[in-house]
């Protein structure tokens, strides 16, 4: 009997007709795992997904999903399901993850409030360094909508940065004329940071 490829599924018309049921054919569903398996050199953030049935009996069959090639969550959860059409009721399994925060993955199936954040977790990554938004979640920012107020670049130090203040809201030549050349940075630096700013391997963040 002709299976799907990658899915193992036999093409019984019982399933030919689930997949109708989630909007996919045969041939469509080749087509989405190829465009939704992960691909380890991206490092995008993917979960294994296989189903509890099968697992239970043994079976850690599943694929790698690449969370960035969804629009949204129910395209994500109808391709889940389509891969495990097998079963009549597939109750999906998430056996690993990579790639994201791990505050935010759970085993059983997701709820759409934390797709939202992956999502917005992908899109962040995309437009900033990874690095920054990771330490962003790290330091306690779930809630993601506030990174980009707060972020305020990557700078080589504490002190580097205090120097990127001066520069930009002092003109210490006109306040201070040859004195300017005594300004304390370091002592500058610590203030900024005991209260108002954070660092993290270098990216720099206000406080909210």
Known sequence: MKEILK???PLRQEIVDRLEELDYTPESLRDAITEHESDWRDENPSLYCGTYAKYNGGDLSGLWVD?????DY??????????????????????????????????SCMGEETWDKIAEYIRLSELHDKEAVDAFVEWGGESLDRFEDCY???????????????DECYDLDRIMGNLATYFDYAAFARDLF???????????????
Request: hydrophobic share 30%; with cysteine.
């Open 152 to 166: 305020c670049g990557e700078w080589e130090d504490e002190e580097d940065y205090a120097r990127h203040i001066v």
């Open 7 to 9: 899915a193992n599924l």
């Open 194 to 208: 005991m209260c108002d700013y954070y660092m993290d391997n270098g990216h720099v963040f206000r406080h909210y």
């Open 67 to 71: 969370l960035s090639t969804f629009g």
């Open 74 to 107: 129910d395209d994500f959860i109808k391709f889940c399901k389509a891969y495990h059409a097998d079963e009549e009721d597939p109750e999906l399994m998430f056996q690993d993850y990579e790639n994201f925060p791990r505050e935010w993955y759970y085993e």
